[in-house]
């Protein structure tokens, strides 16, 4: 750790201001370049105890950068995790409104639901597959703080892995009914295909994403507890999006997911 619990608090409230008046920044470790990725989970930790603290609920986590398409579109080597509160959640086809965002992108997803808690270490596939209660098709939409999506690692993760919005399907399905590995993903905007992957682009498959998670936060103490939505990260590139785009995302044997951004 580079930073003192001053520093920690200071820099939380400048990153959450910036997502909550929607405005960006310049990235963090310009100022602090010494800061360390302790330090910077250390701001997310921050951020998410003001969240609660303020009333938000706490409904899940997600995973970051776990497939070769992000970490080259981003020209980063490791996954990371971020929380997700409970007003980042809109419902299928809904409206996003682009006023409380910066510069918006969507990725296709799977989403986790877990009937039972996730503790590392040794999570492994075979753990989440048993404590998972279903899954479902699921777009995030990511909003760095930072200007222009310029960052690096240690940056993102003190901005909460860019999370912003996600939106889930509805039809639940059972992990053990799909092939995860080999369910196919189409992205459309405005009626065209934009991108498409399968789920095995997420560390060759999704549910080792959640295990990585589990284990990740097994380091901290923490856990995944029964109940939580938990995103196994991009399948796809992120793509922009601008108001007036309508996002699908169509997951075989999963059904569909959209959304209006206005
Ligand atoms: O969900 C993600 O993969 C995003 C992680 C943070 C990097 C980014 O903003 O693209
Ligand atoms: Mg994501």
Redesign the pocket.
Known sequence: MSLTREQIEQLADHVEQAELQAHDITKITDDYPDMTFSDAYDVQWEIRRRKIERGARIVGM???L?SRA?MQQMGVETPIYGFLADYFERPDSGEIEMKDLIHPKV?A?IAFVTKAPLKGPGCHVGSVLAATDFVLPAV?I?DSRYRDFKFDLVSVIADN???SRFVTGTRARNVHDVDLRNLGLVMEINGKVVELGAGAAVLGHPATSIAMLANMLGERGEEIPAGSVI?S??ITA?VAVKAGDAVTLRAQDMGSVSMRFV
């Open positions: 997600k995973m970051g776990t992000k990725e997803e995030e990511i892995a860019s999370s995103l990260g991009a992120a």
